[in-house]
């Protein structure tokens, strides 16, 4: 369903599959995988390394939850749920390793680890007549982009989230 390199280290990478299993493949030894993470009960749709703190990544799935992930551990870190929707897309900050946005059908959210890991710090509702698809964020901009299932993007603009200079979860 999807898969990410790891940031540093091109050899590595991380399979996201339909049963809700992630595989951390490598280029290398494509006869076997190095490592499986179970923790979804749905499809995998995002997995994503963590660029600042490059031992961590965040996957999400049709079963409502974004889960963090140590790359050494099969056992999930935290489990991330604010609504009751699949997570379709989820995406890293450049500028902090603890920020991430999520976006479901009805909302895109802003998660910052040093505030709160219970709920997000920011949530926007999508216009109900559409719904939100993907999310990322835009490199050297305070600046998150939401695209949607009308193939529009959102541009929203990021005001007093702190970042910190702190690159280790």
């Known amino acids: 369903m999807c898969f990410d390199f790891h940031p540093k280290d091109t050899n590595f990478y991380l399979a996201g599959t339909e049963e809700g299993s992630i595989y951390q493949c490598s280029c290398s030894s494509n006869e076997q995988f190095l490592k499986t993470y179970r923790g979804h009960k ?5 997995v994503t390394w963590n660029p600042l703190s490059t031992d961590m990544f965040l996957s999400c799935s049709a079963d409502w939850n974004i889960i963090l992930w140590h790359r050494h551990s099969q056992t999930p870190v935290l489990t991330f749920s604010s609504a009751s929707a699949f997570v379709h897309d989820i995406m890293w900050s450049s500028k902090s390793a603890f920020m991430f946005a999520a976006v479901n059908e009805s909302r895109v959210e802003i998660w910052d680890l040093r505030v709160s890991i219970l709920e997000p710090v920011l949530s926007r509702f999508a216009n109900p007549t ?11 901009t305070d600046c998150l982009l939401v695209g ?3 193939g529009e993007v959102s541009v929203f603009l990021l005001q007093n989230l702190a970042a910190l200079n702190n ?3």
């Open 42 to 46: 749905g499809p995998v749709y995002k």
């Open 130 to 140: 559409v719904k939100f698809t993907s999310v990322l964020f835009a490199k050297n």
């Open 148 to 150: 949607d299932s009308e």
């Open 167 to 169: 690159s280790k979860v």
